[in-house]
Every structure is written in structure tokens, then in C-alpha cells.
């Protein structure tokens, strides 16, 4: 198994509907998914991929289950993993705090050059991200509150863009 995906959402909503639909697309072959809430740092040293998913809910606020799993992530030998970030948001009743939970993790990981997967903002519209940095965002944006439709797409070409970033063959 060689991809680890951390999410952390309301039980059963949508960051875990995109997790489930990452491992979907890798194969569980090579991917396995872990709950934030009660993942610990072995789960996360033992994968050589790691992809971290949380909602947003508030101006930089990670999901709650988030708050005390960044410590442990913080703490953990990840240092020579790539890392890719994916975050839910709701763009027309959160305009100026997009996916704000995906720009906290980015902004608390010690390693930012292992991040790949950034996004375009090209198809979204909003004020403001913390999740924005230098005209892109720092990992997949999703919407289910008010882009569901796009949300298919968006990952298949995330997935396929990972698989050159992770290098998988
Ligand atoms: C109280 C509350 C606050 C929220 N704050 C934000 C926010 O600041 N930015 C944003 O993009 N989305 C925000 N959202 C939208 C959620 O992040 C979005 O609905 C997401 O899909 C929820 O995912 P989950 O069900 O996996 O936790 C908020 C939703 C609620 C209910």
C-alpha cells in the first residue's frame, strides 16, 4: 500500500465521499483511507504518499477532528513523503474564506516543498482563500454545496495529474 489518505469531515460527508472516491480511482490496491479522528502517527509514517483532506468551517478553521491530528502529523517522519492536499468549501455562502481548512494544513505542514497537486482557481469564484497562494491553490478545491456536478471531474483529473506528480506508474 503505498498512499495514505487523512480526511477529516463530518461523519460520512462529503471530504469522505471524496476519499472514498481517491481510493476509488487509485485502486485499494494502493490506497487506503484513515479517519483523522483516530489515525495515529504510524499510520501515517507507513504509507510512501500521504493525502490530507479536511472541510472548511470558518475563516481558517480545519475540520475539528483536524485540530489535534495536525500535531501528530507535525511530530511524525514524514519528511521524505510527497504530500498532496484536498479541501471541501462552500464558495457562495463562504466566498471570503474558501476551502480556508485546506490553507491551515498547508500553512502547518514543516515540509512545503514536498507538496504537489496544486489546482487552478479558473472555475470558481470567491473573494478570498487562505488556500490560495500565488494564483493557485495549494490542493484540490471541491464544492458539494454548490458545484456537485463538477466534483467527478475535478478528481479524475487531480488523480491523473497525482499519478505524474507521485511518479506511479
Ligand atoms: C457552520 C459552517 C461553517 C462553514 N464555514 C465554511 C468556510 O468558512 N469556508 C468554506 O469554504 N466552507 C465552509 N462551510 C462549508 C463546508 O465546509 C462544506 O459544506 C463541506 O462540504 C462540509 O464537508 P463535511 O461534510 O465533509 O464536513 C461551512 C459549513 C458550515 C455548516
Not at 512545503?112 to 482557481?121: A, I, L, R
Request: net charge negative; proline share 3%; hydrophobic share 35%.
Amino acid at each position: 500500500m503505498k498512499i495514505g489518505i487523512f480526511y477529516g469531515g463530518s461523519p460520512k460527508g462529503s471530504t469522505f465521499q471524496a476519499a472514498q472516491n481517491l481510493v476509488k480511482h487509485f485502486g485499494k490496491d494502493k490506497a487506503a483511507m484513515h479517519n483523522v479522528g483516530d489515525a495515529t502517527r504510524e499510520d501515517l509514517e507507513k504509507y510512501e504518499y500521504l493525502i490530507l483532506g479536511t472541510s472548511a468551517w470558518g475563516i481558517g478553521e480545519m475540520h475539528q477532528d483536524w485540530e489535534r491530528f495536525i500535531d501528530v502529523l507535525v511530530e511524525a517522519s514524514i519528511d521524505d513523503k510527497k504530500i498532496a492536499l484536498f479541501g471541501l468549501g462552500d464558495q457562495v455562502e463562504y466566498p471570503e474564506s474558501f476551502v480556508d481548512g485546506m490553507g491551515t494544513v498547508f500553512c502547518r505542514l514543516p515540509n512545503k516543498e514536498n507538496v504537489v497537486g496544486f489546482w487552478p482557481t479558473k472555475g470558481y469564484s470567491f473573494y478570498f482563500s487562505t488556500a490560495e497562494k500565488d494564483g493557485k491553490f495549494v490542493g484540490l478545491a471541491l464544492d458539494e454545496d454548490s458545484q456537485p456536478e463538477l466534483t467527478g471531474e475535478r478528481i479524475s483529473k487531480w488523480v491523473e495529474q497525482l499519478r505524474l506528480e507521485f511518479q506511479l506508474n
